[in-house]
């Protein structure tokens, strides 16, 4: 008998297209607000961090601006297998480029393999709510106009499932946490030219190869500032940003371990009994 042919796993991301949407975003010498922002959350975690740390590798594929924020890391892009060797590192960051990955527990897992025990793992990317309202004014628009759905905006991660991706790569005091930035901007025009410059176009595998119809377009532009006006100035619209930030450790004797179970001294009941009690 012979076996059932698998049908190909499809991909989320054309990565010639990524790549080529980031190349121009360089050429444009654009300067990421996301990217200051989660540099100076990274910073910030990392201060508040008892160590030095001396060998540091960042994973992005935006070489330029990170190799500024860590000085003497090696930098690597965000390639489906990462330029790491195993055990070489103290500090791996993934830098805003998880959201683009096939693949982001195996993306976890290599920079897991390439720290030391007891290496800090740290990743920035966008989370769910990020261009939600862009998301949904391209949805009535096109669904309006054109009469049917294209895939236009990258889906990302809510925090939850990210989270759940440190422990499954074998890293250990697991934490995940998010800010939310709002922007404003004159227009969708204006928004989509911000998208374009800091290399986060449309790369979707399964996007349409055509431009997207002008009426379409129109109508998505109306939708948004009738639905979505910036609260300080009705005459600009909003946008959303969420970053999700995940903190990792690679296991190691001397970090806290959990007690096992039934090894507590006093039963719970006799613990909440007695916090109940006047004092």
Not at 78 to 100: K, N, Y
Not at 164 to 182: F, K
Not at 251 to 257: E, F, I, L, R, V
Request: glycine share 6%; charged share 25%.
């Amino acid at each position: 008998m012979m076996p059932a042919r698998q049908s190909p796993v499809s991909s989320l991301t054309d990565r010639d297209a990524l790549l080529r949407n980031r190349a121009r975003a360089g050429r444009i010498g654009h300067v990421d607000f996301l990217h200051r922002i989660a540099a100076d959350e990274i910073q910030d975690r990392l201060a508040e961090v008892n160590r030095t740390f001396t060998a540091a590798a960042v994973v992005t594929g935006h070489p330029d601006f990170w190799c500024a924020e860590f000085p003497g890391a090696r930098i690597t892009a965000d390639a489906p297998v990462l330029d790491l060797q195993p055990g070489a590192h103290d500090l791996v960051i993934h830098a805003m480029a998880l959201h683009w990955a096939d693949d982001p527990v195996g993306q976890i897992v290599q920079s897991a393999r390439a720290l030391r025990p007891d290496g800090l793992f740290i990743a920035a990317l966008p989370g769910g709510r990020s261009l939600q309202e862009l998301r949904e004014v391209l949805t009535r628009a096109e669904a309006e106009v054109a009469g049917g759905l294209s895939p236009r905006v990258l889906p990302m991660g809510e925090i939850r499932d990210l989270g759940a991706l440190l422990p499954r790569a074998g890293l250990a005091l697991p934490v995940a946490d998010q800010i939310t930035q709002a922007a404003s901007y004159r227009s969708l025009f204006h928004l989509a030219q911000d998208l374009r410059a800091m290399g986060e176009g449309n790369a979707l595998a399964q996007r349409l190869r055509r431009p997207t119809r002008r009426d379409v377009l129109a109508r998505a532009g109306q939708i948004y500032a009738e639905s979505h006006p910036d609260p300080h100035d009705p005459q600009r619209i909003r946008a959303t940003y969420e970053l999700v930030f995940l903190t990792g450790w690679a296991p190691d004797a001397s970090q806290q371990q959990p007690l096992k179970p039934g090894s507590a001294k006093v039963p719970l009941a006799e613990a909440l009994a007695s916090l109940r009690k006047p004092q």
